[in-house]
């Protein structure tokens, strides 16, 4: 909590763990590694998927990874902020006997207040139907396919897990022409994503109308931050988030660990 937002995944998983509005297949692997009384780590799985590690030194890191690494010897791959990840990563090389390798650089953006208007776009924000879901699946296996290849994911699980929370949104012209959802609520924020507009869509400005009106939303629901990754190597996003407001906060670096 001393890095909420930055913890926002974590943070996140943990809540809706506890809540009961997620209930993983396998149980969840939670760690945090203490020094002198006090909390310096903190590591969440849910497998199969990656491993989170928050913010620490090169120690606790190692220590995360040689107790990962005993119960998940194929574990396919771990996140966390630059350079904690680098070290985890190094740590598990070394207890694994192979290479890593680095794999998706994100950076988060945070926005505490929306001073901009949404864009001036055709169409408008709306909560989705049930009839949208088979368009929906269409597009988040798409946005898989183009933003995290390497993550095992079930695009009709994603989109109605978002849709029964009542995360999911369509920017509507004529018919949906982007898709903006949220989660991963914190005590005092939320995550946006996935974002995606189909190929024929994009360059029109939809993708920037809809993050900002669901933004705008979302701090008027009574968060106080929402943020958001991107590919820090799209520059296209990069600038949309930022013309909206949002504003860079730290760097993310996934590790694949294996195969």
């Known amino acids: ?44 799985r849910t497998p199969p998927h990656t491993l989170p590690v928050s913010r620490t030194s ?17 574990l396919p791959a771990l996140s966390g902020p630059v350079p904690t990840a680098g070290a985890a990563a190094s740590a598990w090389s070394e ?33 989705a139907e049930e009839s949208d879901l088979p368009c ?29 929370r009542g995360g999911l949104f369509l920017w509507d012209d004529g018919g949906p022409v982007s898709l903006a959802g ?28 809809t993050v900002a009106a669901l933004t705008h939303r979302l701090l008027d629901a009574g968060n106080r931050y929402c943020c958001l990754y991107t590919d820090v190597a799209n520059p296209t996003s990069n600038h949309i988030y930022r013309d909206i407001g949002y504003r860079p906060l730290c760097d993310v670096s996934d590790y694949v660990l294996d195969g």
Request: proline fraction near 9%.
């Open 136 to 164: 929906i699946v269409a597009w988040i296996a798409a946005f898989v396919r183009e933003a995290a290849p390497d993550e095992p994911s079930d695009p009709h699980e994603i989109a109605y897990r978002y849709f029964d």
């Open 58 to 74: 090169a120690g606790p890191a190692a220590a995360i990874a040689r107790d990962a690494h005993a119960l998940f010897p194929r």
């Open 182 to 209: 949220f989660s991963g609520q914190t005590p005092n924020g939320v995550r946006v994503g996935p974002v995606y507009t189909p190929p024929e869509a994009r360059r029109r400005g939809y993708a920037t109308a």
């Open 95 to 127: 207890l694994a006997g192979t290479a890593v390798r680095p794999g998706r650089q994100q950076r988060i953006h945070v926005i505490r207040s929306l001073e901009q208007s949404t864009p001036s776009v055709a169409g408008a924000l709306r909560r």
């Open 1 to 44: 909590m001393r890095a909420e937002v930055e913890n926002n995944v974590i943070l996140g998983i943990a809540r809706d763990i506890a809540g009961g509005t997620l209930v993983p297949k396998d149980p969840p692997y939670l760690a945090t590694a203490v020094a002198h009384g006090d909390v310096v780590a903190c590591a969440l």
